[in-house]
């Protein structure tokens, strides 16, 4: 009752603490901020390693590879034509295969630069044909397609990304984890600058508090108003770092799109130059998590702020 009556006669916006000189608006907001900025990063690594995951999972796992060796040489006795014939054919009647395609010169070629050069184009040995098949959900019997395809040319190889499927995604959970944990770390050090700025600002009106504290003032109003005063200037300075992020965030990506295999759109047919390849090659999960950062935020510092302040009052003698 004697806070309501205090709070009656006091005009509107009166600072009885002198909170707006004990807690800054330069140095909590600016800190928070970066914060939030990083906070953001963590986000976006943490709803990008998902994405590709399953990407990954969607793509890789229902892709094989047939490798033929000696391709132009004749298949054997009932089937027509050369070994890399008779195995599209084959290929090509099997249930659960969608698409059968052979990889060029151009693209073997592609394939090898990386590990022998430019020699990869004038290479003497004789290559073996690739197919790239893609299945359906459970895919072919991978046994039967094998025996058939070795009956027609002996040697080829059946190769399946499952292997491949399940290292990317340990390799993307553990960037989930190291995102999580990023995003953990930088609250935790969020909450400690409020904690902080929360402790310079009750030291430097210590005297302040303590009249009004004796005069009847409550500890819930008095965390009450530095947990109002610590909670704007977060909130302030989450949405400046969140605000912040957002280019960043648009051209890492612009980077990561043809990997997520996104739509590029060019700059000159976007209205205004936009970047809407960008926007749409960002998690949709982020566009919900930008926003709700200042939020979070926001509570984070208020908790931090109500919790020192009484703690504080409790050591008064």
Not at 276 to 301: F, Q
Request: with cysteine; aromatic share 6%; net charge positive.
């Amino acid at each position: 009752m004697a806070d309501r009556r205090a709070a009656r006669l006091r005009p509107a916006g009166f600072d009885d603490l002198g909170l707006q000189r004990a807690l800054s608006d330069r140095l909590l907001p600016l800190l928070v901020g970066a914060m939030t900025f990083l906070a953001a990063l963590a986000c976006s690594g943490f709803f990008a390693a998902a994405t590709l995951a399953r990407h990954w999972q969607e793509g890789a796992a229902n892709s094989l590879t047939v490798q033929v060796p000696r391709a132009g040489d004749p298949a054997l006795a009932g089937h027509a034509g050369t070994r890399r014939d008779a195995a599209l054919a084959i290929l090509g009647d099997t249930p659960g295969i969608i698409s059968v395609r052979a990889l060029t010169d151009g693209e073997l070629s592609d394939l090898l630069r990386p590990w022998l050069g430019r020699s990869a184009e004038t290479l003497s040995l004789p290559l073996p044909a690739v197919v790239a098949v893609h299945a359906s959900g459970a895919g072919p019997d991978l046994g039967k397609l094998a025996a058939r395809l070795a009956a027609a040319a002996p040697g080829t190889l059946v190769e399946q990304h499952e292997a491949w499927v399940r290292r990317l995604s340990l390799m993307a959970l553990s960037l989930q984890a190291c995102a999580g944990l990023m995003l953990f770390v930088v609250a935790m050090v969020a909450a400690l600058v409020v904690i902080l700025a929360t402790r310079a600002g009750l030291a430097a009106r210590r005297q302040a508090i303590e009249i009004v504290h004796g005069l009847g003032a409550t500890g819930g109003y008095i965390a009450g108003r530095f947990a109002r005063r610590a909670t704007w200037l977060a909130a302030f300075g989450a949405g400046l770092g969140a605000a912040l992020s957002l280019p960043v965030l648009l051209g890492l990506a612009g980077l990561a799109a043809p990997f997520a295999q996104s739509r590029i759109i060019a700059e000159g047919e976007a209205p205004g130059g936009l970047p809407w390849a960008a926007l749409a090659a960002l998690p949709s999960e982020l566009w919900l998590a930008l926003p709700a950062l200042p939020a979070a935020v926001a509570a984070l510092g208020w908790l931090a702020a109500q919790a020192t302040v009484r703690l504080w009052l409790r050591r008064l003698p």
